[in-house]
């Protein structure tokens, strides 16, 4: 009955949601600018009699939209940020950008904004109905891409309020996500030196080219001492300058750093910044540095997790439209062997080879994984993490592309308002919200989550220094 009714609701509105998605896919804003989206996404809440709160946390494009009172609190997380220069004409099956240089939805975000609001909306239709007590609140997180605004809202204490929280993300599989995956932090390291003529005055100038050099060899070094699964990643955004004749007197570099806990994280950040003071010290430079921003590994709810484990395998297969199916035949061909390995190999962490085998014979993954307890920590970093530090967090992935489709590829983009993504989203919206629904029947299992998360998850410290604001290295 719980399942119907949620898909019920969710039906009733869902060319709302769908309108919504494609008008944020018609308007891409890069992380920080998105002021169309997050003004539409605010528009539907209040039309829906959420109170909305706009500038959360000191950021222009980051709000919330609450409904309802008292415990339980649920969260549902939303962004919208699109990605610079991926702009692509919908539905084209060859890299056609529709205005060169713009921006575009390459990670699917105005799927997740969107259907993660149709699923808020339809479990406070639900609540309202049957007259559960309980709070709704869908948060709108801007440049996850970017500026990481959910690891900001974390430290000013947005998420603290949320017995849950529950979000999605758009794939080309269907699954809970139940790996972990690593924590992350970005730097800026700029050197200071005194410039003079190469040639003729050399000794009395001190190059901050020479500081920046020593200090990623310095790096280099200290990787063999750092615990496996860290990452250690550098680009210059200055080298002072383009004259050889010139000692350089300014360099700057931006680096980025991983591990698998968000702990680890603390503890090479320090060992980085000796390495750059040491440089320094040998070039007799100046050095100064700033974390611009950081994340938190993420680390699920297993019980909220599992719930939603459950209410996938109650929805069962997405059942995609013969037009969905038509564009993933079409879409395949533009997809290289690798990709469709890398998908197909993931699939070995949920189910045995002989099924891997049969379900990477599908061009659209309409069958959602079996629930897996994985234990793996993925190589890649989302804000997400500092949310589940703060409140219990699940988190799915959904089918909205091509079998094979990477994300921030010209693919996604291109499918971004078709059928598949249409379709997809809608069910990732019955996940989350029967997934709540499912949480709210039962006081038990809330316990059980509250329980798991007060053993398992450390007390949070913002790995994001106190006033350090969203920003946009360029
Ligand atoms: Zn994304």
């Not at 169309?36 to 980051?62: C, N, P, R």
């Not at 610079?84 to 997740?112: D, R, T, V, Y």
Request: glycine share 8%; net charge negative; hydrophobic share 40%.
């Amino acid at each position: 009955m719980l399942k119907e009714n949620i898909c019920r609701l969710i039906d009733s509105k869902k060319h709302e949601f769908i309108d919504l998605s494609d008008r944020i896919w018609d308007h891409p804003e890069i992380g920080l600018e998105e002021f169309y989206s997050a003004e539409a996404i605010m528009e539907v809440l209040k039309k829906e009699g959420f109170q909305v709160e706009s500038g959360l946390s000191k950021i222009d494009t980051a709000f919330k939209g609450t409904w309802g009172e008292g415990h339980p609190i649920i969260g549902f997380l939303g962004e919208y940020d699109a990605l610079a220069g991926m702009s692509q004409k919908a539905l084209s099956l060859e890299k056609e950008p529709l205005e060169e240089g713009c921006p575009g939805h390459g990670c699917g975000h105005n799927l997740l904004g969107a259907g993660a609001l149709a699923a808020a909306v339809a479990l406070k239709d639900h609540m309202e109905e049957e007259k559960i007590p309980g709070t709704v609140v869908y948060f709108g997180c801007p440049a996850e891409e970017t500026a990481s605004c959910k690891t900001i809202m974390a430290r000013e204490g947005d998420f603290n309020i949320c017995d849950l929280v529950v979000t999605w993300h758009p794939a080309d599989n269907t699954y809970v996500v139940t790996d972990s995956c690593l924590s992350d932090c970005m730097m800026l390291f700029k050197f200071k030196g005194i410039s003079s003529h190469a040639a003729a005055a050399p000794h009395l100038g001190r190059s901050a080219l020479d500081a920046a050099e020593l200090f990623n060899v310095g790096v280099q070094y200290l990787r063999e001492h750092i615990p496996d699964g860290c990452r250690i990643q550098y680009a210059y955004l200055d080298v002072g300058g383009q004259a050889p004749n010139v000692v350089q007197s300014r360099a700057s570099l931006y680096y980025d750093f991983r591990a698998p806990k968000v702990s680890m994280v603390r503890e090479l950040r320090p060992r980085i910044i000796r390495v750059a003071e040491g440089a320094a010290h040998m070039t007799e430079t100046e050095m100064e540095c700033e974390v611009t921003s950081a994340m938190s590994d993420y680390a699920p709810n297993l019980t909220l997790s599992k719930i939603m484990g459950e209410a996938m395998q109650e929805l069962g297969s997405i059942g995609f439209s013969p037009e969905a199916h038509a564009l993933a035949d079409a879409m395949t061909k533009t997809l290289s062997e690798g990709d469709i390995k890398e998908s197909t190999s993931l699939m070995n962490l949920y189910v045995r080879p002989a099924e891997v085998a049969e379900r990477a014979k599908y061009n659209l993954q309409e069958v959602p994984l079996p629930y897996v307890e994985t234990h793996r920590c993925e190589p890649s970093s989302t804000d997400v993490g500092d949310v589940s530090y703060v409140a219990p967090t699940a988190q799915c992935y959904v089918t909205t592309e091509t079998f094979g489709t990477q994300l921030h590829s010209w693919q996604a983009v291109s499918q971004g308002k078709s059928a598949i993504a249409h379709e997809g989203m809608i069910y990732a919206a019955k996940v989350m919200a029967l997934t709540a629904a499912k949480v709210l029947e039962d006081p038990e299992v809330l316990k059980a989550i509250r329980e798991e998360h007060e053993a398992n998850i450390p007390e949070y410290d913002c790995p994001l220094p106190e006033g350090v604001e969203p920003r946009v290295i360029k």
